[in-house]
């Protein structure tokens, strides 16, 4: 590993520093290849950026506004909030800006079916939502119990004419379902792609999908400047794999001023089994193609995780997350499940905006830092997702 600063990151195999990498058995190097050199074509191809633009403005409904949240500041008495809407996109989340552009490098591979997994079934239903449009066929991988928390998305990946595998191997999570649709692809070759909701696994999918995922701050950093004439002073985001905080951070990380902060699920406090703060509970290992930070116990199995947010709710982070954490370029910190359900409310509450779960952990650090901060400071907060897909499950915790 080089020291030098200025290294290219990632490096030619996909390495953040000690992160990232490509441990998958030998069946998989060849299709990681083949896809990162696809990949690496389409990226130098106007034609394919005018389409994966195109896609994004007229069926996302891309740029998103950079929205400034009046009554949340005002109440908080600090710094000025702005909220970036990725709830307003097609499917209530950011996760379509990344399908949109894997599907596109999918069909000019020549590919004919895309599979995927899902935990929650917000990937899935992006997943199957860009295979119906485009009319490639889709095979979701889901654990069963997952399929069972998350009935509705499981219907709803039905009805955009998917198949939905029930997992029922292990823990009958999303770690499983990755294991399913990472063997699907490896038997179905040559007419599958496998499309990856986050920014995790073997390379070059942590550097695909944060390019894919980078169009959030990009957005952001011409609507600040737009509005404020200068950039924040912090950017928040919550950090399942990390794919929503990346493509918020990645185009300000180098602007010295501009302090960024991650939000892990911290789930009923940091004692094995309660939470997914990778960052406050794990260690360093190998899961499913990258080297990150994981929840591992002594012997290297990987620990249940607990959270309100099933988005969040996963026993490993993107390796870049853990460059930019060991570089001290980013903090992360985590929001217990109470704190995310608070803010659940008051956003809902303060601003008519029903926040997804996941997108609550980054309000709830919010709630905190923006009193601290001096009311001539900015903020801009990522609200990933909507929160329709979650009222059911508010509904049996907070009494109204
Ligand atoms: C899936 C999801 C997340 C977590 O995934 P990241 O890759 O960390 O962004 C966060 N928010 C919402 C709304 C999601 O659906």
């Known amino acids: 590993m080089s020291k030098n600063s200025s290294a290219k990151v990632p490096d030619a195999q996909g390495h953040f520093g000690p992160y990232g990498g490509r441990f998958v058995p030998e069946t998989l190097m060849h299709p990681l290849q083949e896809l990162e050199n696809e990949y690496r074509r389409a990226q130098k191809d106007p034609a394919f950026k005018r389409e994966f633009e195109y ?3 007229e069926f996302c409904g891309r740029p998103t506004p950079l929205y400034f949240a009046e009554r ?7 710094a000025k909030i702005y ?24 069909r000019r591979m020549g590919k004919k079916r895309i599979v995927a997994e899902t935990g929650a079934g917000q990937h899935g239903v992006a997943t199957a939502t860009v295979a119906a449009m485009f009319g490639l066929k889709c095979v979701v991988y889901m654990g069963a119990v997952d399929c069972e928390r998350q009935a509705l998305n499981v219907y709803r990946m039905k009805m955009l004419g998917a198949d939905v595998v029930s997992v029922k191997t292990g823990q009958q999570t999303l770690k499983e379902a990755i294991n399913e649709a990472m063997r699907d692809w490896v038997t179905n070759i040559r007419t599958t792609h496998y499309i990856l909701g986050t920014v995790y696994g073997a390379h070059p999918y942590p550097l695909m999908v944060r390019n894919f995922q980078r169009v959030i701050g990009d957005e952001a950093r011409r609507q600040i400047l737009a509005k404020e004439k200068r950039l924040p002073d912090l950017l928040v985001a919550c950090v399942g794999g990390g794919s929503n905080a990346m ?23 940091i004692k094995p089994n309660q939470h997914a703060a990778r960052f406050h509970g794990g260690s360093l290992g190998v899961l499913q193609g990258t080297r990150s930070y994981i929840l591992q116990d002594k012997n290297g199995q990987i620990q249940l995780t607990h959270s309100v947010s099933a988005g969040l709710d996963y026993a490993a982070v993107g390796p870049e997350h853990a460059w930019l954490r060991n570089r001290k370029r980013v903090e992360y910190t985590y929001a217990k499940d109470d704190a ?14 029903i926040p997804a779960l996941e997108s609550a952990h980054a309000i709830a650090e919010v709630i905190k830092r923006a009193p601290k901060m001096g009311r001539n400071k900015l903020i801009i907060v990522n609200l990933s997702g909507r929160g329709d897909k979650d009222v059911a499950q508010v509904a049996a915790k907070v009494k109204l």
Request: charged residues 25%; proline residues 1%; positive net charge.
């Open 55 to 57: 896609y994004l403005r």
């Open 72 to 78: 949340l500041t005002r109440e908080l008495r600090g």
């Open 83 to 106: 909220l970036k809407r990725e709830d307003l996109l097609h499917t209530g989340a950011h996760k379509i800006n990344n399908a949109i552009g894997q599907i596109l490098l999918a």
């Open 247 to 269: 493509g918020l951070f990645y185009p300000f990380l180098k602007d010295k001023s501009v302090k960024m902060v991650g939000v892990e699920a911290g789930g009923r406090g």
């Open 340 to 353: 995310a359900l608070a803010a659940f409310m008051k956003l809902a509450q303060i601003e008519g905006i």
